[in-house]
């Protein structure tokens, strides 16, 4: 996915932060997959953080989105975190992996940390502003 003026990497504005990121998908095969994924946050939602996956890769052909705690993307960059339907965790020093659980089965996708920070850090000016 290259960034143009239709689909720029990130943006942000008073009301909510969106970050387009590479993730990759983890599976048994020694190749992976690396996939475009939107990391967004709404100021409407200051507790939450959302991960979007493209339609491309659901069997019903629509975006597959996660909502989870801030809190939970946060802590999992520093320790194991999380014990429901999302679960994070750091993998060396810079990388982290989020493990989504569905009755669908179980999806490991592996991230830059770096990129995660970045769409942190940029959430904390709107989500201070929400919350006052």
């Given at each position: 996915?290259?960034?143009?003026?239709?689909?720029?990497?990130?943006?942000?504005?008073?009301?909510?932060?969106?970050?387009?990121?590479?993730?990759?998908?983890?599976?048994?095969?020694?190749?992976?997959?690396?996939?475009?994924?939107?990391?967004?946050?709404?100021v409407?939602e200051?507790?939450?953080?959302?991960?979007?996956?493209?339609?491309?890769?659901?069997?019903?052909?629509?975006?597959?989105?996660?909502?989870?705690?801030?809190?939970?993307?946060?802590?999992?960059?520093?320790?194991?975190?999380?014990?429901?339907?999302?679960?994070?965790?750091?993998?060396?020093?810079?990388?982290?992996?989020?493990e989504?659980?569905?009755?669908?089965?179980?999806?490991v996708?592996?991230?830059?940390?770096?990129?995660?920070?970045?769409?942190?850090?940029?959430?904390?000016?709107?989500?201070?502003?929400?919350?006052?």
């Open positions: 996915m290259s960034a143009t003026a239709e689909n720029p990497p990130a943006t942000a504005t008073a009301s909510h932060v969106e970050e387009r990121v590479r993730a990759r998908v983890i599976t048994d095969d020694p190749l992976y997959r690396t996939i475009p994924v939107a990391l967004r946050f709404a409407a200051p507790l939450a953080v959302r991960i979007v996956f493209p339609a491309g890769l659901s069997p019903e052909g629509t975006d597959n989105e996660w909502v989870f705690p801030l809190a939970l993307l946060e802590a999992g960059l520093q320790a194991p975190t999380g014990t429901g339907d999302v679960r994070i965790w750091p993998c060396g020093r810079v990388q982290a992996v989020v989504f659980h569905s009755p669908e089965g179980v999806a996708v592996q991230f830059d940390i770096a990129a995660l920070r970045r769409f942190l850090r940029r959430t904390y000016a709107p989500a201070a502003a929400a919350t006052r």
